[in-house]
């Protein structure tokens, strides 16, 4: 069993940053890719981020370019920095780990997950 606990999310202007942390309650993230994923009332579960244990890193498309995924091994801490936030960004967001990196943007492939932090984005 993995364990992980997301913060930092909160209520934030449109055009504003967040930074979402999530540790893993590991030794070691060794092997892991570490995802994001967001949900918003009434939709699916989208993909955001990932970050494979290898540095490859995915992101969906409508975060490109203003979200940034990174993970600090030694800390077992993945991170979420979002910048230029929308209202369209509100949702829940979680933190998940799989124990390999196929299919990454798939929110099934993904074994263990957080209990997600709300983030809003007011126009």
């Known amino acids: 069993q993995v364990h992980l606990e997301e913060s930092g999310g909160g209520l934030v202007q449109a055009g504003g940053s967040l930074r979402l942390s999530c540790v893993v309650a590991?030794?070691?993230?060794?092997?892991?890719?570490m995802g994001w994923f967001r949900q918003a009332p009434g939709k699916e579960r989208e993909f955001v981020a990932t970050?494979?244990?290898?540095?490859?890193?995915l992101y969906g498309d409508s975060v490109k370019g203003r979200f940034t995924i990174s993970r600090d091994n030694a800390k077992t801490t993945v991170y979420l920095q979002m910048n230029s936030l929308k209202p369209e960004d509100t949702a829940v967001y979680y933190c998940a780990a799989a124990g390999n990196s196929d299919d990454a943007k798939n929110w099934r492939k993904y074994a263990y997950w957080g209990q997600g932090t709300q983030v809003t984005v007011s126009s």
């Open positions: 970050a494979s244990w290898v540095g490859s890193i």
């Open positions: 590991r030794r070691s993230l060794s092997g892991y890719s």
